[in-house]
């Protein structure tokens, strides 16, 4: 019923624009998790100032109670009744010549293409409950070489508390956007004229960033990992050995005159949009035998993919990202325990930062009705896939299916997560690739002398490091836990005369690996605790005559604790605690830590 309600409101949101807007032509208006949208061409632009009436005019729509009817045609008798809309045609034509095709007529002057199901009547949606929410643009079908649509969002729920409690959920979602909060906070900016996708961490964000890359490498490196320090661009040739020329070319920033991308006697280059390739080129600096593997490479990436511009948003999806990626060449005999490593560091990541309890697993395989889009034949595919899902079984791993989203070169297991708004995004992914080894050559000499080509996995063990700040702003709303804090202690003498001694606690901190900084303004006590509470300090340490003359300090903690008269060494034995251990709470108490 949920589903068909809104299905139902769609139709009546656009017969409202039709009787508002002169020569408006409708595109498509699916359902979705809040309500529905719907994609116009209009000669105007809806703004928000057209929300009420939009509105208004929804609620006098329904007042009429007119019936939802449905009608099936023929493909000649829908591309009759729709001739004069370019984009009902387009779907039309798009179908089956013998396919049965439905609309739906709301009253008897308002016909929509449409498969159903709906409501019978739009009286049964009396008392249910609309917002227009935005208007934004949409390419039509999602092609940015086709025409800018208006897309207008409603939020639709069975009942007025429904879409209270959505809209008040909605609006601590934006307190937490981490593309507005972010900015305040002035943790990333973006400028015009570097251009978009292209975010600019500022120093808090590059703190963050910088102690998560570190935290990585060290964990790798203690997991068996190598490190590797490979180009950003290559030569279109190297891109043609793993067939990313053939397959993710359009997402590449290919350098050069596109009309010379296919002259074998040109030199082009492109940036890259992964490191596999290049990693490979390690593996193949000598001669491997079995007892060199399983081969465990790592790499801090900075990478480049060709973002659709509507695509784009914060820092969650850019057009240069910095990944933690890695690939393991392992024998099929290690293929299972490798994959598992690969699954427990994610989780150890995932953990330490506070995201494993808000993501879930993906087994994302191919699709087998579209065979261009891979490489390999069915056979292989559908074997590794078996392979793939006993080594999740195995681990009783939790996963839903998806076809059609595997990497063009095997399958692979995705860790999904959502931003404030409901979004879905990959943050992490461990892909089993049979097929690049033996077109890059890859070859290890077994236990029986015969020359054989390794499985390899390609993983991520913390993702984008871009996306995963953001996924942290919002998931904490910028109070982020003491180890992961750009500014960890912020310290407030509370005359001039305790500068020194504020100075020397600031040293000690500083020298055990804390980030600190003293307030020597010349403004009031409260000013100075006030300006680090806004950029969400954990930890504010006072110092006025009573600490000096104790070696003692006085703290407020974030959480709103106060707490006077503590040992520094204690502080500084709980600031080393949350640190090693990551912790995600603050210590409220400051003795025998």
Request: glycine residues 6%.
């Given at each position: 019923m949920l589903e068909q309600g809104r299905h139902g409101l769609a139709h009546i949101l656009a017969k409202a624009i039709t009787e508002l807007f002169d020569d408006a032509k409708l595109a498509i208006g699916p359902v979705i998790d809040t309500g529905f949208y719907y994609d116009f061409d209009l000669p105007a632009s809806i703004t928000e100032a057209d929300f009420k009436a939009i509105e208004a005019k929804m609620s006098e729509i329904l007042k009429r109670r007119e019936a939802f009817m449905r009608k099936e045609l023929s493909k000649p008798e829908a591309l009759e009744l729709?001739?004069?809309?370019?984009?009902?045609?387009?779907?039309?034509?798009?179908?089956?010549?013998?396919?049965?095709?439905?609309v739906y007529y709301t009253g008897d002057d308002f016909c929509d293409l449409c498969r159903g199901p709906h409501v019978e009547n739009s009286q049964e949606l009396f008392g249910w409950a609309f917002k227009v929410q935005s208007v934004t643009g949409a390419y039509?079908?999602?092609?940015?070489?086709?025409?800018?649509?208006?897309?207008?969002?409603?939020?639709a729920f069975p009942n007025k508390a429904e879409l209270k409690a959505h809209i008040a959920a909605f609006e601590e979602a934006l307190k937490r956007d981490h593309n507005k909060l972010g900015r305040s906070l002035e943790l990333f900016a973006t400028a015009d004229v570097i251009g978009q996708g292209l975010p600019v961490l500022l120093p808090k964000g590059a703190m963050i960033v910088r102690t998560l890359q570190r935290f990585v490498e060290d964990e790798e490196q203690r997991r068996g990992y190598q490190q590797t320090m490979t180009p950003i661009m290559a030569k279109r040739e190297l891109y043609k050995i793993s067939t990313h020329w053939d397959h993710y070319r359009d997402g590449m920033f290919v350098l050069g005159n596109p009309e010379k991308f296919d002259d074998e006697s040109e030199e082009i280059l492109a940036?890259?949009?992964?490191?596999?390739?290049?990693?490979?080129?390690?593996?193949?600096?000598?001669?491997?035998?079995?007892?060199?593997?399983?081969?465990?490479?790592?790499?801090?990436?900075?990478?480049?993919?060709?973002?659709?511009?509507?695509?784009?948003?914060?820092?969650?999806?850019?057009?240069?990202?910095?990944?933690?990626?890695?690939?393991?060449?392992?024998?099929?005999?290690?293929?299972?325990?490798?994959?598992?490593?690969?699954?427990?560091?994610?989780?150890?990541?995932?953990?330490?930062?506070?995201?494993?309890?808000?993501?879930?697993?993906?087994f994302s395989k191919w699709d087998a009705t579209n065979r261009e889009k891979y490489i390999g034949d069915a056979a292989q595919w559908e074997a590794v896939q078996g392979v793939m899902r006993k080594i999740l079984d195995d681990l009783e791993v939790n996963y839903i299916e998806a076809d059609g989203e595997a990497a063009f070169y095997g399958p692979k297991l995705d860790i999904q997560a959502k931003n404030v708004f409901g979004k879905e995004d990959t943050i992490i992914t461990i892909q089993i690739d049979f097929q690049l080894a033996e077109r890059f050559g890859m070859e290890y000499v077994d236990s029986d002398g015969e020359k054989k080509y390794p499985f390899v996995?390609?993983?991520?063990?913390?993702?984008?490091?871009?996306?995963?700040?953001?996924?942290?702003?919002?998931?904490?709303?910028?109070?982020?836990?003491?180890?992961?804090s750009p500014l960890q202690v912020g310290v407030v003498p509370v005359r001039e005369e305790h500068d020194q001694y504020a100075d020397e606690i600031a040293q000690q901190l500083c020298a055990a690996g804390v980030r600190v900084q003293v307030d020597h303004s010349d403004g009031t006590m409260g000013n100075k605790i006030k300006g680090f509470r806004k950029e969400l300090v954990p930890y504010i340490v006072i110092v006025g005559d009573a600490e000096q003359q104790s070696g003692t300090i006085s703290l407020r903690v974030r959480t709103g604790v106060q707490a006077n008269n503590i040992a520094f060494a204690d502080f500084l034995v709980a600031c080393h605690n949350m640190t090693e251990n990551h912790k995600l709470e603050l210590i409220e108490q400051f003795n025998n830590q």
């Open positions: 729709f001739k004069d809309n370019a984009y009902k045609l387009e779907l039309i034509e798009d179908l089956p010549e013998d396919e049965i095709i439905s039509w079908r999602g092609d940015a070489s086709r025409k800018m649509l208006q897309r207008v969002y409603c939020y940036l890259r949009p992964m490191t596999c390739p290049f990693q490979f080129q390690a593996y193949l600096n000598k001669t491997r035998s079995y007892r060199d593997l399983p081969l465990r490479y790592n790499e801090t990436a900075k990478l480049f993919r060709n973002e659709a511009s509507g695509e784009m948003h914060g820092l969650i999806r850019v057009r240069q990202f910095t990944l933690a990626e890695g690939h393991i060449a392992c024998r099929p005999d290690q293929l299972e325990a490798e994959f598992a490593g690969c699954l427990d560091l994610a989780k150890h990541m995932l953990q330490a930062i506070g995201l494993y309890e808000d993501v879930w697993f993906r996995i390609h993983r991520s063990s913390i993702g984008c490091y871009e996306r995963t700040l953001a996924l942290l702003i919002e998931k904490y709303a910028g109070k982020f836990p003491f180890w992961l």
